[in-house]
T-cell receptor, first 113, second 114 residues
Framework: NAGVTQTPKFRVLKTGQSMTLLCAQD?????MYWYRQDPGMGLRLIHY???????AKGEVPDGYNVSRLKKQNFLLGLESAAPSQTSVYFC????????????FGDGTRLSIL | GENVEQHPSTLSVQEGDSAVIKCTYS??????FPWYKQELGKGPQLIID?????GEKKDQRIAVTLNKTAKHFSLHITETQPEDSAVYFC?????????????FGTGTRLTIIP
């Protein structure tokens, strides 16, 4: 049972480049989340999804887009990368968050030069 | 929206002693409070959680207490061991009105000194 898998684990981009981060879960969870983690700021929610075909904005959505075309996958896109988007990105999934914990992937470390 | 403050940001404890991490929250309607442990290079993992209808919960060496009146909750780790060294995050959720988002604290880096 793989749980939550994030691809890639590391990436270096130049300012202005685009890329997509992939999150896949095999637990049949309805809810999926993208967070960014920066020193001293904890985990901040970027976007989330409450089911296949749905997305919603979190706390820091600017500069990111997401898609949930399949229940098991949640994609995070950066259309034009900026140095301020250098961070560690975590994907998580859960059944309803009130009753079940969020399961996290091991993160993608992204550097924007 | 919800705001969660976590203290201290760093904590060093002698092996075998106890560690306490404290969090306060702003939304009096929040009703679910999980704690996550993050080891180096890994994603956070749930270690214990508590709901607003309970004042205390214990799981072996880990306990969480909740004071709804004061809007704060704490993580207690007793008989600390080297493997307890990690970053710990508290979080809060108001599940009313279909809210599905956790708000996290800024984390506490716990170091156990052998």
């Amino acid at each position: 049972n793989a749980g939550v898998t994030q691809t890639p684990k590391f990436r270096v981009l130049k300012t202005g480049q685009s890329m997509t981060l992939l999150c896949a879960q095999d637990m049949n969870h309805e809810y999926m989340y993208w967070y960014r983690q920066d020193p001293g700021m904890g985990l901040r929610l970027i976007h989330y999804s409450v089911g296949e075909g749905t997305t919603a904005k979190g706390e820091v959505p600017d500069g990111y887009n997401v898609s949930r075309l399949k229940k098991q996958n949640f994609l995070l896109g950066l259309e034009s990368a900026a140095p301020s988007q250098t961070s560690v990105y975590f994907c998580a999934s859960s059944y309803h968050p009130q009753n079940q914990p969020q399961h996290f992937g091991d993160g993608t470390r992204l550097s924007i030069l | 929206g919800e705001n969660v403050e976590q203290h201290p940001s760093t904590l060093s404890v002698q092996e075998g002693d106890s560690a306490v991490i404290k969090c306060t929250y702003s939304d009096s309607a929040s009703n679910y409070f999980p704690w996550y442990k993050q080891e180096l290079g890994k994603g956070p993992q749930l270690i214990i959680d508590i709901r607003s209808n309970v004042g205390e919960k214990k799981d072996q060496r880990i306990a969480v207490t909740l004071n709804k009146t004061a809007k704060h909750f704490s993580l207690h780790i007793t008989e600390t061991q080297p493997e307890d060294s990690a970053v710990y995050f508290c979080a809060a959720l108001n599940s009313l009105f279909g809210n599905e988002k956790l708000t996290f604290g800024t984390g506490t880096r716990l170091t156990i000194i052998p």
